[in-house]
C-alpha cells in the first residue's frame, strides 16, 4: 500500500509539473497519445471538455423532446429557451476547443444518458398533467446538477493552466446553466407544484 501510495505521489508530482509547462508553453500542453491516457491537468481538462461537449450534444436531441411532453406553457417555453442556450453551449464548447487547439469532438457521456433516461422515464408515466410536470422538473434539474458541477471543473481546471479565454467561455456556459436551474425551481415553486400538490383540486373537493 505504501508503494503504491508513494509511486501515487510521484505520478502526481509529474503531472503537477507537465501542468505547469503547459501553462507556458502551448506547444509542450500534452502527452496524450489516444485520449485515454491521463498525465497531466491539461489531458484531464480536454478528458472532460470531450465529456461535456457529448452530454451537451445528447442534450440537443433531448430537449425538444421533453418541451414536447410538459403541459405547462411556462415550462414549455422555459425548456423551448434552455434547448436554444444549449445549441450555443454546444457552439461556445467548439470555441473552447478551437482556443485550446483541439479537435472539437465528444467521448460518449454516460452521466447524461443515463439522467435522459430518468427524464424519459418520467415523461412515459400516466397521471395528472401537473404531477409529471413536476417529475420531469425533478429530472431537468438534475441534469443542470450535473452539468454545473461538470462546468465548475473545467473552469477551474482551465484557470490553474493560465487558459483565460477559455475559462471566460466556460463560465459564460456556467452562468446559462445556473440561470436555467433557477428559472426551473421557480416554475416548480409556482404554478407546477401547486396544481401537483391539489392534484387538480379534485382530492380538496373529496
Ligand atoms: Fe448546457
Known sequence: MKKRSTQKNS???????????????TKAKSVRTDGEELVTLYDLLVDELRDLYDAENQL?????????????????????????????????????????????????CDGMEGLLKEGQKM????????????????????????????????ISFAKRLGHSEAAK???????????????????????VNVEAESGDGQEEAA
Open 11 to 25: 505520478q502526481q508530482a509529474r503531472s503537477q509539473s507537465r501542468g505547469q509547462t503547459s501553462q507556458r508553453s
Open 123 to 154: 415523461m412515459e408515466k400516466k397521471g395528472e398533467d401537473a404531477v409529471i410536470d413536476a417529475g420531469i422538473i425533478s429530472a431537468a434539474q438534475r441534469v443542470e446538477h450535473y452539468e454545473i458541477a461538470g462546468y465548475g471543473c473545467v
Open 169 to 191: 467561455l466556460l463560465s459564460e456556459i456556467l452562468e446559462e446553466e445556473k440561470a436555467a436551474d433557477e428559472k426551473l425551481t421557480e416554475i416548480a415553486e409556482s404554478a
Open 60 to 108: 440537443v436531441k433531448a430537449l425538444p423532446k421533453v418541451a414536447a411532453a410538459v403541459s405547462s406553457s411556462e415550462l414549455k417555453e422555459a425548456l423551448e429557451e434552455h434547448f436554444e442556450q444549449t445549441r450555443g453551449h454546444v457552439e461556445r464548447l467548439q470555441d473552447v476547443f478551437e482556443h485550446l487547439g483541439e479537435s472539437p469532438r465528444g467521448t460518449h
